[in-house]
């Protein structure tokens, strides 16, 4: 069964350092792999997603992600974090069983940039 | 283009008591999707519409929780009677071109039910 991890449930990093958000998965087949994220009181909002190709996929508001098959990790990451990044962060995998499409989202991590 | 809508934003009930959400995915996905987000956690598909067909309600507790989209395009979701484990937040999702599999997904603000 597919299903992804999020080894850390908060990540703290000063305005203007680097940022990583952790996430490996573990499918049976060719992986496909999304990061969302999530406002306050708001529903989710697609960041990136890896589908085949380059391994560095980006995506919105200056986030790329760096897909592993050797390490079986899709870490999400910005060069310069801003305050405004502070949110809940989900990876997710899509579940190819029965052809559905349905998306398996891990437990997500708290991004909390201070200034 | 506009967003998926859903609503209430909030509802409050007591336990046992029957609480219905309402969805409204953006115009012309086939594929709606809808999630429960318990608080700590992340989402978890309930139920897997492709138009006005179910395509996955494997973990959607049917004993008390229903779902349709009759016409294809609006969809309610409803539990009756609720548990307190059912407090957590309810998110609507929606996905166009059905023939491609690898769309991602747009989310609705979700539907926050506390259960007293």
């Known amino acids: 069964a597919q299903s992804v991890a999020q080894p850390e449930d908060q990540v703290n990093v000063a305005e203007g350092n680097p940022l990583t958000v952790k996430c490996t998965y573990s499918?049976?087949?060719?992986?496909?792999l999304f990061w969302y994220v999530q406002y306050p009181n708001r529903g989710l909002q697609f960041l990136l997603k890896y589908i085949t190709g380059d391994n560095l996929v980006k995506g919105s508001y200056g986030f790329e992600a760096e897909f592993n098959k050797s390490q079986t990790s899709f870490h999400l990451k910005k060069p310069s974090a801003l305050v405004s990044d502070s949110a809940l962060y989900f990876c997710a995998v899509r579940d190819e069983g029965g052809n559905t499409g349905k998306l398996i989202f891990g437990q997500g991590t708290t991004l909390q940039v201070k200034p | 283009e506009a967003g998926v809508a859903q609503s209430p934003r909030y509802k409050i009930i007591e336990k046992r008591q029957s609480v219905a959400f309402w969805c409204n995915p953006i115009s012309g996905h086939a594929t709606l999707y809808w999630y429960q987000q318990i608080l700590g956690q992340g989402p978890k598909l309930l139920i897997q519409?492709?138009?006005?067909?179910?395509?996955?309600d494997s973990q959607l507790p049917k004993d008390r929780f229903s779902a349709e989209r009759l016409k294809g395009v609006d969809s309610t979701l409803k539990i009756q009677p609720a548990k307190l484990e059912d407090s957590a937040v309810y998110l609507c999702a929606s996905r166009g071109l059905a023939g491609d599999r690898h769309n991602e997904q747009f989310f609705g603000p979700g539907t926050r039910l506390t259960v007293l």
């Open positions: 499918v049976s087949g060719n992986p496909y």
């Open positions: 519409f492709q138009n006005n067909g179910v395509v996955d």
